[in-house]
C-alpha cells in the first residue's frame, strides 16, 4: 500500500513503524523538520521517504493520507495539497483541531468535489498501539475506510458518516480522562501532605471496585438531585481544608461550583423529592432546566 503523512512527530512515526513492522508499504512523509536529524533518523528507521514538500508526498499514487499536525496548522496543512486531491485517495485528519475545523475543511473539499475527507480521532496509547490503536472515524466515506483500514491491521470503529462526530467523542471522554487524572492528582497531594495516602488509595479502590462503572456513575449522578445542596456545604469546608495546607484547590472548587449548580436547578423538587431511578432521566432533566 501507499501510505502518506504531512506531520510526522509522534503519530506519523508510531504509525509508520507498525505499518512496516508488518509488512512492506511504501510511506511517504513530510514534516516542518525535515532537515532536523531527529526526523531524518526517524524516517531512516521506519524504512519510509521523507520529503521537504507536502506536495511531493501528494503527488504520490497514494492509498491514504493521513494528516497528523498540532490542531492549529490543520487547515493550513490541508489548504496546501486541496489543489493535488483526488476521489481516489482516502484524507484522514488525525490532528486534535476541533470538530467546527473539521467541519471546515470538508466543506472546503467538498466544494471543491472531495468526497473522501475523514474525521480520525486516536483514543489509545500510540506507543502500544501503533498503526493499530484504537480511533473513531466519522465521514461519508468513513465506513469504506474502516472496513479498508481493518483489513491492513488498524484497529478502525466507524461512528457515523458526521464529519466532527470522532473527534467529538475525544473531547467528552477527555473530560473525565484528564478531569480524572487531574482530580487523582489533588486528592493525593493533600493525602501525601497528612500522611494519609494509602489509607486513602485504599479506601478509593474499595469504592469502585465494588461495583461495575455504569452503577458506580448511576449512583454518584443520581445522588446529586437530592444532596447537591449539602455537598456544596461540604466542598466549601474541603477548600478550607486544602487552602490550610497551602495548596490550591483548582478541581475541589469546580466540585463545588457544578454542584452549586445543580443545586440552582431545583432538581430535587423536579423529581419529587425522591431519588431518580437513573442518571439519564437526571441529565436530561438537567439540560433542559
Given at each position: 500500500m501507499n501510505i502518506g503523512f504531512i506531520g510526522f512527530g509522534e503519530v506519523g512515526y508510531e504509525m509508520s513503524k507498525g505499518f512496516n513492522h508488518q509488512q512492506n508499504h511504501k510511506i511517504y512523509v513530510y514534516d516542518p523538520l525535515f532537515d532536523r536529524k531527529e526526523t531524518i533518523q526517524r524516517a531512516e528507521e521506519t524504512?519510509?521517504?521523507?520529503?521537504?514538500d507536502t506536495r511531493?508526498?501528494?503527488?504520490k499514487p497514494l492509498d491514504v493520507l493521513f494528516v497528523a499536525v498540532p490542531a492549529s496548522y490543520a487547515v493550513e496543512a490541508w489548504e496546501t495539497v486541496w489543489s493535488h486531491l483526488n476521489n481516489k485517495t482516502f484524507y484522514v485528519d488525525l490532528s486534535t483541531a476541533s470538530a467546527a475545523t473539521k467541519q471546515k475543511i470538508s466543506t472546503g473539499m467538498m466544494e471543491k468535489g472531495i468526497?473522501?475527507?475523514?474525521?480520525?480521532a486516536i483514543m489509545g496509547p500510540l506507543k502500544e498501539g501503533q498503526h493499530k490503536v484504537f480511533t473513531n472515524v466519522s465521514g461519508y466515506k468513513a465506513e469504506e475506510f474502516a472496513h479498508w483500514g481493518n483489513d491492513l491491521g488498524m484497529n478502525l470503529t466507524f461512528v457515523s458518516k458526521n464529519i466532527g462526530d470522532a473527534t467529538n467523542i475525544k473531547f467528552i471522554r477527555s473530560i473525565f480522562t484528564k478531569g480524572l487524572s487531574?482530580?487523582?492528582?489533588?486528592?493525593?497531594?493533600?493525602?501525601?501532605?497528612?500522611?494519609?495516602?494509602?489509607t486513602i488509595l485504599e479506601s478509593?479502590?474499595?469504592?469502585?471496585?465494588?461495583?461495575?462503572?455504569?452503577k458506580i456513575m448511576n449512583r454518584?449522578?443520581?445522588g446529586n438531585v437530592l444532596h447537591a445542596e449539602r455537598r456544596v456545604k461540604e466542598m466549601d469546608n474541603v477548600i478550607d481544608f486544602i487552602n490550610s495546607h497551602n495548596q490550591e484547590p483548582l478541581m475541589t472548587e469546580a466540585t463545588r461550583n457544578k454542584l452549586a449548580?445543580?443545586?440552582?436547578?431545583?432538581?430535587?423538587?423536579?423529581?419529587?423529592?425522591e431519588a431518580p431511578r437513573d442518571w439519564k432521566s437526571v441529565i436530561r432533566t438537567s439540560n433542559s432546566t
Open positions: 524504512h519510509t521517504t521523507l520529503f521537504d511531493k508526498v501528494v503527488q468526497q473522501s475527507f475523514i474525521d480520525g487531574t482530580l487523582l492528582h489533588e486528592v493525593m497531594e493533600i493525602a501525601e501532605l497528612n500522611q494519609l495516602e494509602d478509593i479502590a474499595k469504592t469502585m471496585d465494588k461495583e461495575p462503572f455504569e454518584l449522578i443520581t449548580a445543580l443545586s440552582n436547578k431545583n432538581l430535587k423538587n423536579q423529581f419529587n423529592g
